[in-house]
């Protein structure tokens, strides 16, 4: 048996381009089944408006499974809505209430500019990975098992930091702005294990650098890892300050830098 | 934030930095991770001279006399190896050293957070973390600032401490210039206030020492917030217990 939400009032940020200033507008849901993820939810509506001949709002989405880390919407105030752990396509009608007012903006940071309504542009992120967030050498075909031992622990942690899915909700959810745990999961993934530690401090160097060109820096309030759908840990921001550190004092003819 | 998509940089083949090298200690300051390093490193220090100050003020309590010894001894700590009060200068200068690099560093973290976010979110956040003493680090630290400025005034150079009292300010009579002070009411409960909120600052900045450092080790991680808990509740309590005990009457001239 089907439940079904009714009276929403949604107030969707709109905003036409880049450059516009945008503002909120108010929409009503009379009523929508509470099995509706909260993308079908926007679905539903974009239907309504385009029938209307009016136009539909745009937001990011792709795999609608949890995955792909493409949707995003800052949601009554939590990047990704109420819901712990878990993006907005995994978000249901049913974490809602009968007259209900839900809120929804784009992820707000410099260096997440808005395409369109709630798009942002999150190339600011590729920007960080093509700077090191990599193997450089050619590694071939799968390896036969435990050709490469990794302890347990080890594997656990690299592999919990490798569940980032590059949404961006840790930045929209900082109050500074800051990628750290982004930049961290990314490091943490590759320097834990045995294929990274060749270009373990470059890597850090090289992408806290870039990190530094876009983002904005750490307080340690944990918002970011509240807010992530992956409910990584903030113990990657300190692996990644660990290393940075490293990075600067080890020996630079080891870093084989110039 | 003109165009929609910015020009894409070229990938590089490895994963190298192209920034010019600095010496190695700015090189570090440079960054944002860097300056929290700054910001921990001066933090720790800091915290070792609240923690001294008010371990050596609870002498008060033994009476005018042992005060008094007390701020003579700092003056000859490591005397007659030292000269007098050399030890005591250059601990004053590396405090001031280490106050201004946390100052210089928390300005120009919050001037990067603030262009980072240069358009805010236009409805209210609902934060699932954050907590008081985490959201209200500056303003607890400019308080704590204004604080110190006036502690000075009041019990170092003695401009302020004679204001609405009777009796004259002898520098090295310490009992007595610290019982003529809180015995002004208002006195008494700023110095309550600032170290409530200095309080509220180490309860959050102790426990981001560790991640700063990347003092990360799941061995200790349980003890991070519990240590900095502790040693702010340490601190203010010993701190607003010497102008509660004058205004009650415990220690009195």
Redesign the interface.
């Known amino acids: 048996m089907t439940h079904s939400v009714s009276n929403l009032t949604l107030k969707v940020w709109r905003q036409n381009g880049p450059a516009d200033k945008g503002q909120f507008e108010t929409h009503v849901i009379e009523s929508i089944t509470d099995e509706a993820s909260f993308l079908e939810m926007l679905d539903v509506l974009n239907e309504r408006l385009i029938g209307e001949n009016k136009e539909a709002i745009v937001f990011d989405h792709d795999c609608r499974e949890g995955i792909c880390g493409t949707c995003s919407l800052m949601i009554n105030g939590q990047a990704h809505g109420p819901q712990r752990g878990s993006t907005t396509c995994q978000l249901h009608m049913r974490s809602f209430k009968d007259d209900d007012t839900i809120v929804i903006e784009p992820w707000r940071a410099n260096a997440f500019p808005i395409i369109k309504d709630l798009m942002v542009d999150r190339a600011a992120f590729d920007r960080i990975v093509e700077s090191g967030g990599f193997i450089t050498s050619p590694t071939g075909g799968a390896p036969d098992a435990n050709l490469i031992p990794v302890p347990k622990p080890v594997a656990d942690a690299a592999m919990d930091a490798a569940a980032c899915i590059g949404c961006g909700a840790c930045v929209a959810a900082c109050p500074n702005s800051a990628a750290n745990l982004f930049v961290g999961a990314k490091i943490t993934h590759l320097n834990l294990l045995p294929q990274g530690q060749a270009e373990r401090y470059k890597r850090a160097e090289a992408m806290v650098d870039k990190m530094d060109e876009h983002f904005g820096s750490c307080t340690n309030h944990g918002e970011c890892s509240a807010a992530c759908p992956k409910e990584i840990s903030l113990d990657v921001i300190a692996l990644m300050n660990k290393d940075y550190r490293s990075a600067k004092f080890k020996n630079r003819k080891q870093l084989s830098r110039k | 934030?003109?165009?929609?998509?910015?020009t894409?940089?070229p990938?590089?083949?490895?994963?190298?930095?192209t920034?010019k090298r600095r010496p190695?200690l700015l090189?570090?300051y440079g960054?944002?991770?860097?300056?929290?390093?700054a910001m921990a490193i001066s933090g720790i220090a800091m915290m070792g001279f609240v923690m001294f100050h008010m371990l050596g003020n609870t002498k008060m309590y033994l009476g005018a006399a042992e005060l008094d010894g007390y701020a003579e001894f700092l003056k000859k700590l490591l005397y007659p190896l030292a000269p007098k009060e050399s030890v005591l200068w250059i601990l004053r200068v590396s405090l001031l050293g280490m106050l201004a690099l946390h100052l210089h560093a928390a300005w120009s973290?919050t001037v990067?957070?603030r262009?980072?976010?240069?358009?805010?979110?236009?409805?209210?956040?609902?934060?699932?973390?954050?907590?008081l003493a985490?959201?209200s680090?500056r303003l607890s630290g400019i308080v704590v600032v204004m604080f110190m400025v006036w502690h000075l005034l009041d019990l170092t150079f003695g401009v302020v401490n004679t204001i609405g009292t009777e009796g004259e300010y002898v520098r090295s009579e310490v009992y007595a210039n610290v019982v003529r002070s809180f015995e002004r009411w208002p006195v008494a409960l700023f110095y309550v206030v600032a170290n409530l909120l200095l309080g509220l600052h180490l309860a959050?900045g102790a426990?981001?020492i560790?991640?700063?450092?990347?003092?990360?080790n799941p061995r200790f991680?349980a003890w991070r917030v519990a240590f900095a808990r502790g040693f702010a509740a340490i601190v203010v309590i010993g701190n607003i217990s010497f102008p509660i005990a004058v205004t009650v009457g415990i220690v009195s001239v």
């Open positions: 934030m003109s165009t929609a998509t910015p894409r940089q990938v590089t083949a490895t994963a190298v930095g920034r190695l090189d570090l960054t944002a991770v860097g300056k929290k390093y973290l990067l957070n262009h980072a976010r240069p358009v805010r979110y236009q409805s209210a956040r609902d934060y699932q973390e954050a907590s985490s959201r680090m959050h426990w981001s560790f991640q700063s450092l990347g003092w990360n991680n």
